[in-house]
Nanobody, 116 residues
Framework: QVQLVESGGGLVQPGGSLRLSCAASGFTLSSNAMSWYRQAPGKERELVATITTAGGSTNYADSVKGRFTISRDNAKSVVYLQMNSLKPEDTALYYC?????????WGQGTQVTVSS
């Protein structure tokens, strides 16, 4: 059974940093591209960042470029999202997604709230 468990969310002040983790089980992490998505109340779920299987290539939404970094540790089966210079508009439920050839698998999400 594929399972993704996000952690590391919480309340942080604007300008602060947070690191999210996504622990994967039930599959070999190195075989799948991984992504972070986020969804704020009343808004559509949006793609934040994607990392290829080996971690050599990454892509980011324009809104987070230069501030967020996605990385992966395939040996530990963990994907990270380092979030720096956080803004109130980054407030959302953040989801980890594993991409398989015919579908994606999602974690339960971890809440990030940026507020003073």
């Amino acid at each position: 059974q594929v399972q993704l468990v996000e952690s590391g969310g919480g309340l942080v002040q604007p300008g602060g940093s947070l690191r999210l983790s996504c622990a994967a089980s039930g599959f070999t992490l190195s075989s799948n591209a991984m992504s972070w998505y986020r969804q704020a109340p009343g808004k559509e779920r949006e793609l934040v960042a994607t990392i290829t299987t080996a971690g050599g290539s990454t892509n980011y939404a324009d809104s987070v470029k230069g501030r967020f970094t996605i990385s992966r540790d395939n040996a530990k089966s963990v994907v990270y999202l380092q979030m720096n210079s956080l803004k109130p508009e980054d407030t959302a439920l953040y989801y980890c997604k594993a991409q398989f050839f015919n579908r994606g698998y999602w974690g339960q999400g971890t809440q990030v709230t940026v507020s003073s």
